[in-house]
Each structure stands twice: as structure tokens, then as C-alpha cells.
């Protein structure tokens, strides 16, 4: 009978058809499917810190408007992802311990601060673009769910590079001070962006095994060129340059060239050292603490609901 299933769930990866909750699939599957889906629910659950630590400062009305309603689309994300991850078996709350234990990854790139205003451009601009280019094959991933859940994601997403585009471009086109603020935000966050895309394809272990189960459609590396190819031009746009003096257009493979990353930094930063993993998980752990009332409520209400159906 297993071999049935197997059969049946390898023709339908191999019809690039999908696997939906009820289906049997291997454990592997499952698994891998489960660490990523939570890793990219934790993400968007702590990517709230960095642009939430700027709302009261933003400049104007309008930027903390924008500020606040992007920062609620992260925590949207995240809850649509958990919920698409508990389709695999694991109930959310044990995959929030996970996180708030510190067994769980989470992307890299949060575990650097926010240090000014500009920031909240370049996340948008870099982090979130990254985000795209990682996330938009992802809404062809095998497993239905967590492609169904890509699909709008992305869509809030691509608003999201547009407002950091635009801050960094107000910057960009103002005082000399500001444009400076603007171009250190890019030399900050660009290394730690391209790093979001994973370790290089030959570090790589899930890469081959998610690539041959329709998970991830492009290897690590191909998504990084990708990104960088988009992010050239765009910097030109905006007058600022990529800190990066490696970057030369390579005409025989159609592509920029690029320099080596700071991988020990990458996988020290994923280690829990970053600079700001520990504060990051702090913060954490402190707002699931004072939200502990709001899950009892909720327990509480759902249980009188359920007692007065029963009566
Ligand atoms: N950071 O074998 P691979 C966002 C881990 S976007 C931390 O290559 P895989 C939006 C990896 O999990 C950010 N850990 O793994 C936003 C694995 O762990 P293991 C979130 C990383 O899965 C914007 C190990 O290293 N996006 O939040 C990282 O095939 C602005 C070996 O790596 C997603 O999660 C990293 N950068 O490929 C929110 C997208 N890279 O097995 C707020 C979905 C790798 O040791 C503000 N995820 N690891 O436990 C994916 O596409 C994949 O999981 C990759 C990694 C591409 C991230």
C-alpha cells in the first residue's frame, strides 16, 4: 500500500500537479515543508521589529500611516503561513515555542538593527525585493497551501518594495545629508539582502531534494543573480551605488558579476550571533508573555461558545 502511495504522490510531482493536506506524502516531505513554512512565518513575525522600532519616529503623518499598515501586512503574512504550516500536522503553538526557545530559524537579515529613518527605505527596497524574487516561484510550489498563500503575499509585497523605493528616493533627491543617510542604509542592508537567499548552492543541503519535490523552483544562486540583475538598475534610478566593487556587467554570461559574501558572518548570524538576535527574541518573547491574556480570553470564549451549541 505504501508503494501505491509513493507511486501516486510521485506522479503527481511529476505532472507538476499538486499535493494538498489530506494526500499522503512522504515524511521528508512533510517535514522540510514544515521547517520552511514556519521558518517564513517566524520571519515575517519578527521582520515586525525593525520597522516597528521606527513608527512613532516616522517623519510625517502619511510615512507612519504607510509605516504602520506595512508592518500589519507582516503580521498578516505570518499568520496566513502558520496556518498553511498546521496543514502539515504541527499545531501553531508548538511551532511559536519552537521560535521563542530559540530552536527555530528565522531569516538572517532581522537580526540587524535599524539604525535611521533611511532604513525603512532600504528594507523595503532590498529585503522586501529580495523577498519577491525569492517568493515568486514559490507560488508554483508543490505543496498547495503554501503556494495559494504565496500568491497574495506576494502581491502585498511588491507594494511594499514600491514604498521603500519611494522613501529612498525622496531621500535620495534631497539634502546632501539625506542622500548620505540613504546611501549608508543600501551599504548596510545590501550584503545581508543577498545573504537572504540562502548559502551558497554548494552548501546548500535541502536545495536538490526541494528542487526535485517542486518546493523551490531555482536553486539559491540562480535567485541571487536574479536579484542582483534587478536591483542594478533600479540603484542607477535612484542615484546611489551598491557597495560592492566587484559589480561589473559581464556581457558573455548576460549577467553582473558580484563579489564574495561574508559567509562566516551568515552563518554566525543564523548561529544566533548576530548583532541583534538576542534583542530580537527578547522583544519576542516579551509581547507573547503580555498577549497571554488575549489567548486565554479567546480559549475561554470559544469554550462557552461550544458549551451553549451543546445545550
Ligand atoms: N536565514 O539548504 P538551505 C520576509 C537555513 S522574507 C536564516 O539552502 P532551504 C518578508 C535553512 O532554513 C524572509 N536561515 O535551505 C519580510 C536551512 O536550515 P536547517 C523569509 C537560513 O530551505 C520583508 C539551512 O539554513 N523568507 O520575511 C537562511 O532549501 C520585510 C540550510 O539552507 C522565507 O523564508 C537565511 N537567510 O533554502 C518581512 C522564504 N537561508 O535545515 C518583514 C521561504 C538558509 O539547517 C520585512 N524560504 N537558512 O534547519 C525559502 O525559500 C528557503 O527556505 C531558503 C533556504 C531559500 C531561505
Known amino acids: 500500500d505504501l508503494e501505491r502511495a509513493q507511486a501516486y504522490f510521485d506522479d503527481i510531482i511529476a505532472r507538476d500537479s499538486r499535493i494538498e493536506p489530506a494526500d499522503w506524502m ?78 527555530a530559524k528565522y531569516s538572517s537579515i532581522f ?51 514600491r514604498q521603500g523605493w519611494e522613501i529612498l528616493y525622496t531621500l535620495s533627491n534631497g539634502t546632501p545629508a539625506q542622500k548620505q543617510m540613504a546611501q549608508d542604509a543600501v551599504n548596510r542592508t545590501y550584503g545581508p539582502a543577498l545573504q537572504m537567499f540562502g548559502p551558497p548552492d554548494d552548501q546548500s543541503p535541502n536545495s536538490q531534494q526541494s528542487m526535485a519535490w517542486n518546493i523551490k523552483r531555482f536553486s539559491n544562486d540562480e535567485l541571487r543573480q536574479r536579484f542582483v540583475d534587478m536591483i542594478v538598475p533600479q540603484a542607477e534610478a535612484l542615484g546611489l551605488t551598491l557597495p560592492d566593487p566587484d559589480l561589473k556587467w559581464n556581457e558573455e554570461r548576460g549577467h553582473y558579476d558580484y563579489g564574495e559574501l561574508d559567509w562566516d558572518e551568515f552563518f554566525g548570524v543564523i548561529k544566533g550571533h548576530g548583532p541583534a538576535n538576542a534583542q530580537r527574541l527578547a522583544h519576542r518573547r516579551a509581547a507573547h508573555e503580555n498577549g497571554a491574556w488575549v489567548r486565554e480570553a479567546a480559549a475561554e470564549y470559544a469554550r462557552k461558545q461550544a458549551e451553549a451549541e451543546a445545550q
Open 111 to 161: 537580526n540587524y538593527p535599524a539604525r535611521t529613518w533611511a532604513d525603512m527605505g532600504a528594507i523595503g527596497w532590498l529585503v522586501d525585493g529580495a523577498a519577491i524574487c525569492n517568493q515568486v516561484p514559490l507560488c508554483r510550489c508543490s505543496y498547495g497551501p503554501y503556494g495559494r498563500a504565496m500568491v497574495r503575499i506576494c502581491k502585498e509585497e511588491s507594494f511594499h518594495q
Open 26 to 103: 512522504p515524511e521528508a516531505y512533510r517535514k522540510t515543508l514544515t521547517r520552511q513554512i514556519a521558518q517564513h512565518a517566524h520571519s515575517e513575525i519578527i521582520g515586525m521589529q525593525p520597522e516597528g522600532n521606527w513608527i512613532t519616529r516616522a517623519p510625517s503623518l502619511k510615512r507612519k500611516a504607510i509605516l504602520t499598515a506595512k508592518v500589519q501586512d507582516e503580521a498578516g503574512h505570518g499568520l496566513y503561513l502558520y496556518s498553511a504550516a498546521e496543514t502539515l500536522g504541527t499545531p501553531r503553538d508548538e511551532l511559536v515555542q519552537q521560535l521563542l526557545d530559540g530552536k
